[in-house]
């Protein structure tokens, strides 16, 4: 059974840093182009980066260019977000999904809160 | 990196069919044949229910179907089910590895 569990979310203040993580199992996880996701408290889903398999190749949404990083560890079965400079707008739960041109794994998600 | 156009909602009554629109640009949903369409229930996870325009994923009813005309795609549920009452997003790839949803539509079943 693919399993995607994040973990790493909880309560910020503005300017501040988290880091995701998520951890698969039941499939190749080296095999599959990686992503992050994101949905705002009571909005739509926001693709947020991506990574290629060997982490050779990373993709972000505009909005998070500079301040986020995309990593992953494929001996551990594991991909990172790591958030940093924070604002009120990245509050929403990260969701880390399999794929990139279809996102067909999906994590149960967690929630990111920034707020003084 | 605008979000895909889709109705904010969708209705119809038990055993009938709706239809769900998704229209973006020749940039990501009339530029590739990567189009998904996810189910989303509150407070779970999305999940794929149609990719590559019209493929289904194991294990999902074949009530589900997908087509895409153009800059247009669109996702069909026939024989609505009350389970079928949920969120729907489309998704496309939009080209240099980005990816792009929908901005979703609430299905209701009457």
């Known amino acids: 059974e693919v399993q995607l569990v994040e973990s790493g979310g909880g309560l910020v203040q503005p300017g501040g840093s988290l880091r995701l993580s998520c951890a698969a199992s039941g499939f190749t996880f080296g095999s599959y182009w990686m992503s992050w996701v994101r949905q705002a408290p009571g909005k739509g889903l926001e693709w947020v980066a991506n990574i290629k398999q060997d982490g050779s190749e990373k993709y972000y949404v505009d909005s998070v260019k500079g301040r986020f990083t995309i990593s992953r560890d494929n001996a551990k079965n594991s991909l990172y977000l790591q958030m940093n400079s924070l604002r009120a707008e990245d509050t929403a739960v990260y969701y880390c999904?399999?794929?990139?041109?279809?996102?067909?794994?999906w994590g149960q998600g967690t929630l990111v809160t920034v707020s003084s | 990196q605008s979000a895909l156009t889709q109705p904010p909602s969708a209705s119809g009554s038990p055993g009938q069919s709706v239809t769900i629109s998704c229209t973006g640009t020749s940039s990501d949903v009339g530029g590739y044949n990567y189009v998904s369409w996810y189910q989303q229930h509150p407070g779970k996870a999305p999940k794929l229910m149609i990719y590559e325009v019209s493929k289904r994923p194991s294990g999902v009813p074949d009530r589900f179907s997908g087509s895409k005309s153009g800059n247009t795609a669109s996702l069909t549920v026939s024989g609505l089910q009350a389970e079928d009452e949920a969120d729907y997003y489309c998704?496309?790839?939009?080209?240099?590895?980005?990816?792009?949803f929908g901005t979703g539509t609430k299905v209701t079943v009457l």
């Open positions: 999904a399999g794929g990139t041109t279809t996102l067909g794994y």
């Open positions: 998704g496309s790839y939009a080209g240099s590895k980005n990816y792009v």
